[in-house]
Every structure is written in C-alpha cells, then in structure tokens.
C-alpha cells in the first residue's frame, strides 16, 4: 500500500503564493505521471497539473502561467508551486498516481484563496 502526504496548503489572499508538497511512501522514479487534482466546492475534481517522468508538465488552461509542478525522485516527492492565486483556486488539492495499474490518491489538502 501506498501513502501519499500531501502539505503546504493554507489561506491566502488573491495574488499570493503557496507551494503544496506531496510525498509518497515509495520510490517515484517509475511513476508516470505525477499528478495534482482539486476539488472546489460544489464542483467535480478536476486534473489541475500532471508532470511526466522528463519533467514536462501539463496544466489544465485556467492555471496555465501561474502555477508550475515539479518533481523530486530523489525524495519521492513532486510539487505544485502555485503564484498570482484567485479566489476560484479554492479547494481541496489531491495528488495521484497511478503505480503498475494501482492508484493512489492523497488525503487532500485545503487550499483558500481570498478575495
């Protein structure tokens, strides 16, 4: 079984910056992609950022710009830098992968942005 931790979530003020973590309890080298989703309230989650084993990343249009993903094999770790933050990036942020045909998903993790 795999666990995945994600952190760095919070409340913020439109324009600021957060920058969610998210570790898993196995290597990542072979994990591809890496992947952020968010659910806002009311709404179905959606695939925000996915990021492929050469580091490309991919983001889904209402992002694109301002947040970027990141990975760390070494720490088995991948990141969501997320700037210039809207108050319609509220939600709560999952990471997932998908491990020889097994996925996995994070606890999840609050993101507030204020108007």
């Known amino acids: 079984q795999v666990q995945l931790v994600e952190s760095g979530g919070g409340l913020v003020q439109a324009g600021e910056s957060l920058k969610l973590s998210c570790t898993a309890s196995t290597t990542t080298y072979s994990i591809n992609p890496m992947s952020w989703y968010r659910q806002a309230p009311g709404k179905e989650r959606e695939l925000v950022a996915s990021i492929d084993s050469s580091g490309t990343g991919n983001y889904v249009d209402s992002v694109k710009g301002r947040f970027t993903i990141s990975r760390d094999n070494a720490k088995s770790t991948w990141y969501l830098q997320m700037n210039g933050l809207k108050p319609e990036d509220t939600g709560v942020y999952y990471c997932?992968?998908?491990?020889?045909?097994?996925?996995?998903w994070g606890r999840g993790i609050q993101v507030t942005v204020s108007s």
């Open positions: 997932y992968i998908d491990r020889f045909g097994s996925v996995y």
